[in-house]
């Protein structure tokens, strides 16, 4: 087996309240194999004086503090550039991970899949110390194995940064952090784009190779921001920087193919602008006299995306498993029956299209 060793980078502001149980965690796991760079982006709080401690007394252990607030991003790309590691975990202060979850995540899946670009475990919510057994969002109900996320990711991101593993020569080969910077420069104070990171580090790595899941819950993610993601304000940002993420999705030529494409449009338009629904919204495309010629020689690929990416969708929740949903079944049974009357796309008889 190729060497396990784990980088795992602690991104800090003050996070005095919880990263010492954070870094407990980290100490505390099965698989003693790594080495944690703890990031103190200017805290004004005793974050310092708690990552100190950790290095001084544990040699895995390293801190670092920006001398002015660079913003997350920038942070962690400072910290990923003072590690080399082949394997990186980034690791949010606040969020705990289980004893098992290096060894399950990376030693037992990732490092035995040398074509998976990155691996993750599912992780429960963290609400008051309590964990609460599921967590509260959408995500594709996949079994523990080896899984191309590309056409589920195209619909939303269920994937915590906190509980994923992904190879440095994969990431370095998508543009890293610097990618993103160069894209949403969300610390620019002039013109800030912000966007999901964590999103768009997902399907980009998707598209250099599959990952593997970790069907358990291995992380325990806090959860202290419910009430501004309740507010006006909170859900009208979420809102822009989702549709600026799919937005430079569609944009990324040079990653992504025609058929991601045009399916993250598919979501940004049938589920974000409108309430047009998904499956109504990509035939709608396919019989567009605007799209529908673009989409007419990988129109079953395409279709077979949309399907593909929204059929194992369930919203994981103790309290509403059943009641949300990203399209109805008898939506997706249609598709289904689109899907069946059609010929082979053309492209597809030239060429390996899809990744």
């Known amino acids: 087996m190729e060497n396990t060793s784990l980088d795992i980078i602690v991104t800090a502001y003050n996070s005095a309240d919880h990263l010492d149980e954070c870094l407990r965690s980290v100490a505390q796991q099965t698989h003693e194999s790594f080495q944690v760079l703890v990031i103190d982006n ?45 394997y990186v975990l980034q690791l949010h202060a606040d969020d705990l991970l289980k004893p098992d ?17 990155y691996a993750y475990s599912l992780f429960s919510r ?18 523990t194995g080896v899984h191309q996320l590309i056409d589920y990711l195209c619909f939303t991101n269920w994937i915590i940064q906190s509980f994923a593993i992904f190879r440095r020569s994969h990431f370095n080969k998508v543009g890293g952090f610097e990618r993103h910077i160069e894209r949403f420069r969300s610390d620019d104070a002039v013109a800030p784009r912000g966007g999901f990171l964590d999103h768009y580090m997902w399907i980009r790595l998707a598209t250099v190779g599959p990952a593997y899941v970790v069907n358990e819950a291995l992380g325990l993610y806090r959860v202290h921001d419910a009430s501004l993601r309740k507010t006006a304000s909170g859900q009208k940002r979420l809102i822009q920087e989702a549709i600026r993420t799919y937005d430079y999705i569609y944009d990324d030529h040079d990653l992504f193919d025609d058929v991601t494409r045009y399916a993250v449009k598919v979501n940004q338009v049938g589920r974000l602008l409108t309430n047009n629904g998904l499956v109504k919204t990509a035939v709608d495309m396919v019989n567009s006299f605007e799209t529908g010629p673009e989409i007419a020689p990988i129109r079953k690929t395409f279709l077979s ?11 994981d929740s103790n ?26 796309d053309p492209e597809k008889l030239v060429s390996n299209y899809r990744r």
């Open 42 to 86: 200017a805290s004004q709080d005793s974050t310092a004086e708690i990552g100190r401690q950790w290095a001084e007394r544990d040699a895995r252990f390293r801190f670092h503090r920006n001398e002015k607030n660079l913003g997350h991003t920038h942070s962690a790309n400072r910290a990923y550039g003072m590690l080399s590691g082949e």
């Open 305 to 315: 995306a949309v399907y593909h990416g929204l059929n194992k969708y369930i919203f």
């Open 126 to 143: 963290y609400i008051d110390g309590v964990e609460t057994g599921d967590v509260g969002q959408f995500r594709p109900d996949l079994s």
């Open 319 to 344: 309290e509403h498993y059943n009641r949300f949903m990203l399209e109805t079944p008898a939506n997706l049974a249609s598709l289904r029956s689109i899907l069946a009357t059609l010929p082979a």
């Open 101 to 117: 979850f290096i060894q399950k995540v990376l030693v037992e899946g990732l490092a035995l899949h040398p074509g998976c670009a």
